[in-house]
């Protein structure tokens, strides 16, 4: 759950880099929200709550993919070949199951892997 408040907390960051399993624990939390919330949405007839969610984590979702992507050294740009219909979305996720680089690339230095990131708003200022 550090995992997921994390990225929240980082709503808009776009600089640095976010490790892998930064990234897979918060697409897995997504994941079963958003089955949840459709699911009730589909049980109460409106799909409301899974809309409000869906805008609500649209940025820092976007955020971590680009962080992801600088992880793995490639520019945020490349985020933007997944709105190409089922191959972008394909090519995007393989980007994102790439193992990161393991030094200090032109992106910052190499994520803590193991522990969820921290988030100190007067670093970004």
Aim: positive net charge; hydrophobic residues 50%; charged residues 15%.
């Amino acid at each position: 759950m550090q995992w997921y408040l994390a990225v929240l907390r980082n709503y808009a960051g776009f600089k640095g880099r976010a490790g892998g399993l930064e990234y897979w624990i918060f697409f897995l939390f997504q994941l079963v929200l958003l089955g949840g919330l459709y699911a009730l949405g589909l049980w109460t007839g409106t799909l409301v709550p899974y809309a409000v969610y869906l805008a609500a984590t649209f940025l820092p979702t976007l955020a971590l993919t680009v962080r992801r992507l600088h992880d793995t050294g490639r520019t945020g740009w490349w985020a933007l070949i997944g709105v190409v219909p089922i191959a972008g979305t394909l090519v995007v996720l393989a980007f994102m199951a790439d193992e990161g680089e393991l030094t200090e690339n032109r992106f910052g230095p190499q994520p803590d892997r193991r522990r969820p990131p921290t988030f100190d708003a007067r670093r970004t200022a």
